[in-house]
Structure formats: structure tokens, C-alpha cells
């Protein structure tokens, strides 16, 4: 995985009002994020406008403020009073974030329980916020209601557009979602693998039917792209049992719309590779078994 060359530059410092020795946390595709003492300056590549940040960054705002307490929330940029999160500094828009020490969230039933739970308390407190729509919709809205089309034929699916437009109109009230709930977006305290800490990087956050996110977690936390069936399940009944928000999340409501999550990754990746954007030998064979998983999944 091609992780972005992404600087801590002086005048970010200056406008993050940090000082002292920089460490890149590991991780980001297209940002980084520096600890400095104990803050976290968050560098996002230059597609990264400040306006759709500061929504992401309400997002957070709103799920911490809502009572699920592991929202990890950016804090205001000093020497602004508008409250402003988010600052554009050399290109790249720059957030300052509280530093949190922990550690990737375990992996296996015990870590997936924990996770599907804990998805369940972040969604009781989004389900009330009324935010106005991201600047940018993200890249998980395009085709949700079915009527998107497929330049790659191993992509189309005309019983799966069916199906999303179904859903599209029968799916409850949306409501934001962190977007990119998985394992490398938790952190639990060390030592400690029963205690999850914190709730990272809300930048692909968005308003959708919540039923979107379980699918995509459940993926995630249940083996090779969904492959371990009971795993999905444990994770939906996890869900469930902790009060989450979701209703529709049958057998194939969660591989169709595991499909449509697979879908939307794999023409961003192409989309990417488009426009030159450095992949490597693990980032190709990710995207191959991708594929091999949007076909494996087809109810």
C-alpha cells in the first residue's frame, strides 16, 4: 500500500499553534496525520476543500455531542473566532485533533462484537442531527439509488441496480454516518483490547440510510470481504442487541449492499489509477480480490 508523502510543514505548525518534535502516525492513502506533544495535526491531500473538512468535522461534533463518547472530535484552530476546524495552509487543508494512545482494534469474534456494538451507540447518536448536505457528496451516494452506470462490464448488475432502487424507496429515514467504519478507524486502550478509546477519521462521513454502514462493517470485521457468513451475522446481531438504528439488514439486503460498498471502491480505484495515482502490488491484488468478492456475494 502506497501510504501519501505528505509533510508537516512550518506554516501548518503555525496555524495548528503546535511546537516541537513531529512523529507520522502510521497510515494514510491521502493524508497524514503528525503527532506533535499531545496534539495530532491531520494534513489531507490537496482534493481535500475546507469547507466539505469542517462538515466531516460536524459529523464528529455531533456523534460526541450526542453522547457516544469514543467520537474522537476536532478541536478549533487557535486565533479563530468563527470556531473554525478546518484552515487551508499551502495547498492541503490542515485540522488539529486531540492525541488519543492507543491501538488498532483487535481483530477476531471478541474485537468484532465490541466494534458492532459500539456502531450501534455511534448511530443512536447521529440519528438526531439535522445537518445541511455535504459540500461534495461523497463516493458511497453515487448509484445507492440504483440508476448509476458501469463503464467496467464486470461491474454491471442490473439485478442489483433493481434491488437499490427498491431499497432506495422503501429504507428508512438517512442520518450521518461515519462512513468508514472498520478496524483501522478504532483505537483501543493498550493492553486492554476490551476497551475501544476512540472513533478516528470522519473524512468520507455522510448522510445515507444507516443500513449502508452496518453492510459495510459487517464486511469488514467478517473475514475476506464478508467471506465468514456466521461472522456477519454475529456482527448484525451484535448491532441489534445494542439498540442500533438500522432495520433492513436481511441476508441479502447486507450482500447486495456489500456489493454496492465493493462497487463504488473499486471505480474510485480505477478512477484513481486514471489519473496516475500510484498503486502498488498489494493495492492491485486488493482491488482483484475485490472483484472476486462483488460476484462471490451476488445473492
Do not use: I, K
Request: hydrophobic share 45%; proline share 8%.
Amino acid at each position: 500500500m502506497v501510504f501519501a508523502e505528505v509533510p508537516l510543514t512550518a506554516a501548518a505548525r503555525w496555524v495548528c499553534g503546535v511546537d516541537g518534535p513531529a512523529t507520522r502516525l502510521y497510515g494514510g492513502e491521502e493524508s497524514a496525520a503528525w503527532r506533535v506533544g499531545e496534539h495530532v495535526v491531520r494534513v489531507a491531500g490537496f482534493a481535500r476543500d475546507p469547507a466539505e473538512v469542517e462538515w466531516c468535522h460536524r459529523v464528529a461534533a455531533a456523534a460526541r455531542a450526542g453522547g457516544c463518547a469514543e467520537a474522537l472530535a476536532p478541536l478549533p484552530l487557535p486565533g479563530r473566532p468563527d470556531g473554525a476546524t478546518a484552515a487551508h495552509v499551502e495547498g492541503r487543508t490542515v485540522s488539529l485533533w486531540p492525541h488519543v494512545d492507543g491501538v488498532w482494534a483487535s481483530p477476531g469474534e471478541a474485537g468484532a462484537v465490541l466494534a458492532a456494538r459500539l456502531l450501534a451507540r455511534l448511530h443512536r447518536a447521529l440519528a438526531p442531527a439535522a445537518l445541511p448536505p455535504r459540500p461534495r457528496p461523497n463516493f458511497l451516494l453515487t448509484g445507492l439509488d440504483g440508476r448509476a452506470t458501469y463503464e467496467d462490464p464486470r461491474l454491471r448488475d442490473p439485478r442489483l441496480d433493481a434491488w437499490l432502487r427498491e431499497f432506495h424507496a422503501r429504507a428508512r429515514a438517512p442520518h450521518p454516518l461515519h462512513g468508514d467504519f472498520y478496524r483501522g478507524n478504532l483505537l483501543a486502550a493498550p493492553g486492554d483490547p476490551a476497551r475501544l478509546l476512540a472513533v478516528l477519521d470522519w473524512d468520507e462521513a455522510l448522510v445515507a440510510p444507516p443500513e449502508t454502514e452496518v453492510a459495510s462493517a459487517a464486511m469488514e470485521f467478517a473475514g475476506d470481504f464478508g467471506a465468514d457468513t456466521a461472522a456477519v451475522r454475529r456482527f448484525v446481531r451484535a448491532y441489534r442487541e445494542s439498540g442500533g438504528t438500522a432495520r433492513l439488514l436481511d441476508d441479502e439486503a447486507l450482500a447486495q449492499l456489500m456489493r454496492h460498498r465493493l462497487r463504488c471502491e473499486s471505480v474510485r480505484f480505477a478512477d484513481a489509477a486514471a489519473r496516475g495515482e500510484p498503486q502498488d502490488a498489494e493495492d492491485l491484488a486488493h482491488h482483484r480480490r475485490r472483484l472476486t468478492a462483488f460476484a462471490r456475494l451476488r445473492p
